[in-house]
Structures are given as C-alpha cells and as structure tokens.
C-alpha cells in the first residue's frame, strides 16, 4: 500500500531563517506531488505541483521554492522565511489517473 | 476569489441524526467534486467524490449530491457518530488528467453531540 511522509511535523524558526520541508512517498511509482499550505482559518492553498523529476509549477508567487531531486521525493524550501510563511504545510500525491489526491501528516510552521 | 465555498463555518449535529454539510463553486469548468476530512494536526482524509455526470455518490453513511445548475453540493452523513466530529472540506477539479489540481474551500467543522 502507498504510504506519505512528511518531516519534521512541527517547526519553529526565526524570521530570515533558511526553510527545508521534506515530503516522500512509498508504495507507487511517477505520482503526482503537490504542497499545500493551510493558513490559521482559512482552507487549503496549492502551492506548487509536480508531475515528474525536476517538473515544478507554481500556484501563488511568493518566497518560497520546490524541487523534485527524485521520483517520490518533494521538497519545499525558503531562503528566508517571512511571518507569513506561518502555517500547517501538507504534502500530497496523485495517480495521475484520477482526480483524488492523497495527504501528508503535515508540518506546523510557526515563524517568529 | 473564492472558487469553492463552504459557507457554514460550523454545524453541530446531534448523535444519530443527519449531518448535512454544504458547499457552492462558481467556476462552470469544475467538473469533479470531493470531500475530505480532517482532524487536528493531521492531513486530510479522502472521503467520497462524485462526477459531473452523476447527481448522487453514496458509500456507506456518506452521501453526496451534486446540483450542477444551481452549481452546488452538499454531503450528508446518516446517522452521525461521534467519530465525525472534524473539519470537512470541499475540493473541485476541472478534471485534467495528469495534473489534477484540486481547488478547496475553507471548511466546516463538525461537532457531533453524544
């Protein structure tokens, strides 16, 4: 069976620090990947989408970066981390073949 | 500009009755619909999803009805338990394979009363 981890589940970091969230997938090959953010009352917001190796689309113009180093591996990234980057960050995977995406456990970032 | 909307920020339902939870989408070209569950400090969960060509998805105690005219849907959940108790959110898809990207709205929490 397909699993998706997500690590570390919990962050906090100072304004202006470096940001690496780190995202894989088990149990499937070539899935789709995505991030999303949930910001404090508000829904899910794609951020960036990947449908293959060094394949990166981005959703929302803002500080932060993605990358695909490896089939089932995502990455989420910051050079410099704004208060607003504050928020349940979650990882996800699709077939590809169908329109339901699969989520992370997810990682609380609190930036200070 | 909210796309999928989910105008009930909070619903409580007694145990063992229905719980209906509702969302509205403004975009025509959406056509794939899903609910998702989710628990604190947890992702979500895929509950069930329906097809613009289907007006009704049932699975289980989950059902879900699409109204493409008045471009809504709702999920109904018979007879609610205690387990229910989460934040539920809509996602609609236009449905391009190969980059299904999934629009959410801002959910609703449910809270089943024992």
């Known amino acids: 069976s397909q699993t998706i981890h997500q690590w570390p589940a919990t962050l906090v970091q100072p304004v202006g620090s470096p940001l690496s969230l780190e995202c894989t997938v088990e149990g499937t090959s070539n899935p789709n990947l995505y991030w999303y953010r949930q910001a404090a009352g508000r829904g899910l917001q794609l951020l960036f989408y990947?449908?293959?190796?060094?394949?990166i689309s981005s959703e929302v113009p803002q500080n932060l970066s993605a990358s695909r180093p490896q089939d089932r591996q995502f990455i989420l990234s910051s050079k410099k981390l704004l208060l607003s980057d504050s928020g349940f960050y979650l990882c996800a995977w699709g077939t590809g073949i169908s329109y339901e995406q699969y989520f992370g456990p997810g990682t609380r970032l609190t930036v200070t | 500009d909210q796309q999928v909307k989910q105008n009930s920020p909070s619903l409580s339902v007694q145990e063992g009755r229905i719980s209906i939870l509702n969302c509205d989408y403004t975009?025509?070209?959406?056509?794939?619909f899903l609910w998702y569950k989710k628990y604190p400090a947890e992702g979500p969960t895929f509950l069930i999803s329906i097809s613009s060509i289907k007006d009704k998805n049932e699975d289980g105690r989950f059902t879900v009805f699409l109204n493409k005219s008045a471009k809504h849907l709702s999920l109904h959940i018979v007879p609610s338990q205690p387990g229910d108790s989460a934040v539920y959110f809509c996602a609609a898809s236009e449905g391009n394979f190969g980059n299904e990207k999934l629009t959410f709205g801002t959910g609703t929490r449910l809270t089943i009363i024992p």
């Open positions: 990947s449908v293959g190796i060094g394949q």
């Open positions: 975009n025509s070209m959406f056509d794939y």
